[in-house]
């Protein structure tokens, strides 16, 4: 079985956060295989590649120079190759604008990022474990943003 691990992408410019993820990943020991990126201009360089390896769930910081992540998130969207990524924003705005757009834009669920390394945890771990087919289907707006 060529996929018998989670293929997990977090595209995220602050190097703090990107190794507080990666960490939380090692801690939890669930079967993930995991990758950062910098800004959304090597993301979509990786995503558009021939040979790139498309995430199961793709974790989406919106604040980022160069290509945000609602620029990612558009062009993900346009892209029949990668539509079924699961798309889950990871923000430190909590503002109900981007929260709205990126719903609307169709991302599949808005977490705002946790301000301890417990609750990261906690938060991956349900992301990785939940049912994105059920959860998709039935996307509204009351289980688009996490709540902890």
Not at 87 to 105: C, H, K, M, N
Request: proline share 3%.
């Amino acid at each position: 079985m060529p996929n018998d691990y989670i293929n997990i992408i977090l595209a995220d410019d602050d190097e703090d956060d990107r190794l507080f993820f990666t960490d939380a990943f090692d801690e939890l020991k669930m079967n993930t295989k995991v990758s950062t990126f910098n800004d959304g201009v090597e993301l979509m360089a990786y995503l558009n590649s021939d040979d790139a390896i498309l995430p199961n769930v793709l974790f989406l910081d919106l604040n980022m120079p160069l290509k945000n992540g609602i620029e990612c998130l558009n062009e993900i969207k346009a892209n029949n190759k990668m539509s079924d990524i699961a798309i889950a924003i990871y923000s430190t705005s909590a503002s109900e604008e981007d929260i709205e757009e990126t719903f609307v834009l169709g991302a599949n669920i808005y977490i705002k990022k946790p301000s301890s390394f417990k609750q990261l945890k906690k938060v991956l771990s349900e992301v990785v474990s939940m049912n994105w087919q059920y959860h998709t289907n039935g996307l509204n707006k009351d289980n688009f943003l996490m709540r902890l």
